[in-house]
């Protein structure tokens, strides 16, 4: 069966310092992976999408950018963490038309 | 433009009632939709899709095209539906959502 993890859990970085969350997927090959920040009141936000390795869609301009080192591994990453970017942090991927989330990374910028 | 639109942010009924989580949309083609639950510290993860016709822990939604709703009922609530509830359209062959803002439903004893 098909399996997502996310790390870390929780996060705790000082302004200005560097970010990097972690995405893998067992079980399948190929995924469309995912990157969303789920913000309360306003729902789930899609940042990155990818649909193969070294393929990369943004979908909001922002202080963060993404990458897909291998098939099954997604990154999020920050040079200079701000402030804003404090939230919950969700990886996903699809099987047809249904997707499957991780259980995310909180992550509190001070 | 496409948008995916849950006009409550809370929803509060008492145990035994029904329940409806209201979801519209706008989309120019043959929409796919679902919704998605979120119960307290549990994954996201789809609770029903509306090709599927199927009805999940009670809960049922009908596409309603005329009125582009796709509306997510259940006739008694229990209090284990509490949770966050997202309502979801396809856009296109990358498998990509469009999401509503969410509801959260309580469910008073």
């Known amino acids: 069966s098909q399996t997502i993890h996310q790390w870390p859990a929780t996060l705790v970085q000082p302004v200005g310092s560097p970010l990097s969350l972690e995405c893998t997927v067992e079980g399948t090959s190929n995924p469309n992976l995912y990157w969303y920040r789920q913000a309360a009141g306003r729902g789930l936000q899609l940042l990155f999408y990818s649909v193969g390795i070294g393929q990369i869609s943004s979908e909001v301009p922002q202080n963060l950018s993404a990458s897909r080192p291998q098939d099954r591994q997604f990154i999020l990453s920050s040079k200079k963490l701000l402030l804003s970017d404090s939230g919950f942090y969700l990886c996903?991927?699809?099987?047809?038309?249904?997707?499957?989330f991780g259980p995310g990374t909180r992550l509190l910028v001070l | 433009a496409q948008r995916v639109t849950q006009p409550e942010k809370l929803l509060s009924v008492f145990k035994g009632a029904p329940v409806e989580l209201k979801c519209n949309y706008s989309?120019?083609?043959?929409?796919?939709l679902f919704w998605y639950v979120q119960y307290s510290r549990q994954r996201l993860q789809l609770l029903l899709r509306h090709i599927s016709r199927e009805s999940i822990k009670g809960f049922t939604a009908d596409l309603n095209k005329g009125e582009t709703s796709f509306h997510l009922k259940k006739p008694f609530a229990q209090e284990e539906d509490s949770a966050m509830y997202y309502c979801a359209l396809s856009e296109d062959s990358n498998y990509q959502l469009i999401w509503g803002a969410g509801t959260k439903l309580i469910i008073k004893p």
């Open positions: 989309y120019s083609g043959s929409p796919e």
């Open positions: 996903a991927w699809t099987a047809k038309e249904t997707q499957y």
